[in-house]
């Protein structure tokens, strides 16, 4: 069983809805990231946050907004999405190697990650 | 700019063959790592493995094995004696960013596994 839990697991949305998708680990992970990814394609990143800070953006249109409560759990808020922003968007979350102290093994944690549908 | 390619689009051998699925990768970085991941159809992403560009040791579990060859920039999968549970989308990952990653994923290889 994973241990990065996403819901919903199906979304289905109209161009108009605004929606949130939820990710959550129990690992105390101090890095969580949110992924897109299409048929028969990688995953694309799309946010970093490190110690609940957006860490990294790939210049992801504001349509989707990303917020990080606490270190346990990770948000994706999505308006006015387009047909073309159907999609899987998996969470990870790892060890940040540059937490102080201990040094952790660096390997993402997956969820099954929500799929989303935009009419 | 870093970059990783899985040649192989897709594989189809019968259960209990042998089966390479090759990944060759590019960086500038002189530290980094590798990882290989398994998506199966329930879409989560499975972690196999990491290695780091320090450690150029084979690594063996199970029917899995892990071939990591500096010189060629190649970091190949093989999994012996396959079976139907294996059938999934494989990807190989290279990252090469401290602090928290940045994977750069290959195109993935999509494995299945006839009885």
């Known amino acids: 069983d994973t241990e990065v839990t996403q819901t919903p697991k199906h979304l289905v949305m109209g161009m108009t809805n605004k929606k949130s998708l939820k990710c959550e680990q129990h690992?105390?992970?101090?890095?969580m990231y949110w992924y897109k990814q299409k048929a028969k394609k990688p995953p694309e990143l799309m946010f970093v946050?490190?110690?609940?800070?957006?860490?990294i953006n790939e210049s992801v249109p504001s349509r989707f907004s990303p917020e990080c409560p606490n270190s346990s759990l990770l948000n994706l808020h999505l308006h006015a999405l387009q047909p073309e922003d159907s999609a899987l968007y998996l969470c990870?979350?790892?060890?940040?190697?540059?937490?102080?102290?201990?040094?952790?093994?660096?390997?993402?944690?997956f969820g099954e990650g929500s799929r989303l549908t935009v009419l | 700019a870093q970059k990783v390619t899985q040649a192989q689009t897709e594989i189809s051998v019968v259960e209990k063959e042998d089966v390479t699925l090759d990944c060759v990768y590019e960086t500038r970085d002189t530290t980094y790592y590798l990882f290989w991941y398994k998506q199966p159809p329930s879409g989560e992403l499975v972690f196999l493995i990491r290695r780091n560009s320090f450690d150029e040791q084979n690594e063996i579990s199970g029917r899995y094995s892990w071939n990591f060859q500096k010189s060629t920039s190649s970091f190949n999968f093989t999994i012996t004696a396959s079976q139907v549970v294996d059938s999934a989308v494989y990807f190989c990952a290279l990252s090469a960013y401290q602090g928290a990653q940045k994977l750069v994923f290959g195109q993935g290889t999509r494995l299945t596994i006839n009885p």
């Open positions: 946050y490190s110690y609940e800070k957006l860490s």
């Open positions: 990870a979350s790892s060890q940040d190697r540059t937490s102080g102290g201990r040094r952790g093994t660096g390997e993402l944690f």
């Open positions: 690992m105390g992970h101090r890095a």
